[in-house]
């Protein structure tokens, strides 16, 4: 389980896996660095405290976490299999004076 905060809903989501949108408003959500054994051992007055800090942008910061095996995630990868793919090609012009060790681009 891992602890998400959704700006929009000002809300704490404990979530499987390491999620990007929110469950209630599809908006992009912030990893947080708390572990979930902590969260869930907080009372109400200690998860209203934890509340207001995530709502100063300046805290939110220190208190969240990039995730930073995302490139090996599956909706990464399928994001990046959808993208088209580019290639450079590279050849040389023969019209042009040759030069030794030059490569042309276009």
């Known amino acids: 389980m891992y602890m998400h905060y959704c700006k929009r809903c000002h809300h704490v989501h404990m979530l499987n896996g390491h999620k990007r949108y929110c469950p209630n408003c599809n908006e992009s959500i912030t ?3 708390i572990p979930y054994m902590e969260y869930v051992s907080m009372n109400r007055e200690e998860r209203e405290l934890f509340l207001n800090r995530l709502t100063d942008e300046m805290q939110l ?3 969240s976490t990039t995730y930073r095996m995302y490139k090996y ?3 990464y990868k399928e994001l990046h299999s959808q993208l088209p793919q580019t290639a450079i090609i590279t050849y040389a012009i023969t019209s042009e004076t040759k030069m030794d060790n030059a490569v042309s681009a276009i």
């Open 61 to 63: 910061q220190d208190l």
């Open 73 to 75: 995630s599956k909706w």
């Open 31 to 33: 990893e947080l660095k």
